[in-house]
T-cell receptor, first 114, second 113 residues
Framework: DAGVIQSPRHEVTEMGQEVTLRCKPI?????LFWYRQTMMRGLELLIYFNNNVPIDDSGMPEDRFSAKMPNASFSTLKIQPSEPRDSAVYFC????????????FGPGTRLLVL | AQSVTQLDSQVPVFEEAPVELRCNYS??????LFWYVQYPNQGLQLLLKYLSGSTLVKGINGFEAEFNKSQTSFHLRKPSVHISDTAEYFCAVSDGGDDKIIFGKGTRLHILP
């Protein structure tokens, strides 16, 4: 299996621009998680979906962030407008609902907002 | 809410020496505990997990961890480290049956030649 796929791997943008991060979970997994990793705050859970439905978005920092999962094989995390403090590595992870304890992580998207 | 404390942000150790990375969690009736590893410029990968049963858990790459309920600890150990073990290690916890995993801040393992 291909593993969790994220795109782009690197993104450099200017403050105020819209940023869209993409994730393809492992086929057959029905839970999907978005995380943000920074030096200061470590790894934070932003939102997670179960069977394409958002279950907990309490980690989403503010209204500038939004996430969607239109089908079982695709999810997006959008930041609009972006700010320098959004610079971080964003990870997507997926798991089977029957084994939520084991999450498979993608390689991450390194975002730099200038 | 659950929380995880990794007591050391960085641990230097000589190659072929033993290592222990420390992790403490906030107490709960039922917890699942994990160690994940992140190699440079990669995502996290599960090393091992404790869900129930034997308190000594063996994982990949020769690592093991011991669940100690009385001390609320889940320390990671390896008897002899290799240069390829250079990475950041994350301890994580979830309440039994909960979907969410809470990660610690990570411990960076430096292997010295």
């Amino acid at each position: 299996d291909a593993g969790v796929i994220q795109s782009p791997r690197h993104e450099v943008t200017e403050m105020g621009q819209e940023v869209t991060l993409r994730c393809k979970p492992i086929s057959g997994h029905n839970s999907l998680f978005w995380y943000r990793q920074t030096m200061m705050r470590g790894l934070e859970l932003l939102i997670y979906f179960n069977n394409n439905v958002p279950i907990d978005d309490s980690g989403m920092p503010e209204d500038r962030f939004s996430a969607k999962m239109p089908n079982a094989s695709f999810s997006t995390l959008k930041i609009q407008p972006s700010e320098p403090r959004d610079s971080a590595v964003y990870f997507c992870a997926s798991s089977w609902t029957s084994d939520l304890a084991t999450q498979y992580f993608g390689p991450g998207t390194r975002l730099l907002v200038l | 809410a659950q929380s995880v404390t990794q007591l050391d942000s960085q641990v230097p150790v000589f190659e072929e020496a033993p290592v222990e990375l420390r992790c403490n969690y906030s107490s709960s009736v039922s917890v699942y505990l994990f160690w994940y590893v992140q190699y440079p410029n990669q995502g996290l990968q599960l090393l091992l997990k404790y869900l129930s049963g034997s308190t000594l858990v063996k994982g990949i790459n020769g690592f093991e961890a011991e669940f100690n309920k009385s001390q609320t600890s889940f320390h990671l150990r390896k008897p002899s480290v290799h240069i390829s073990d250079t990475a950041e290690y994350f301890c994580a916890v979830s309440d039994g049956g909960d979907d969410k995993i809470i990660f610690g801040k990570g411990t960076r393992l430096h292997i010295l030649p």
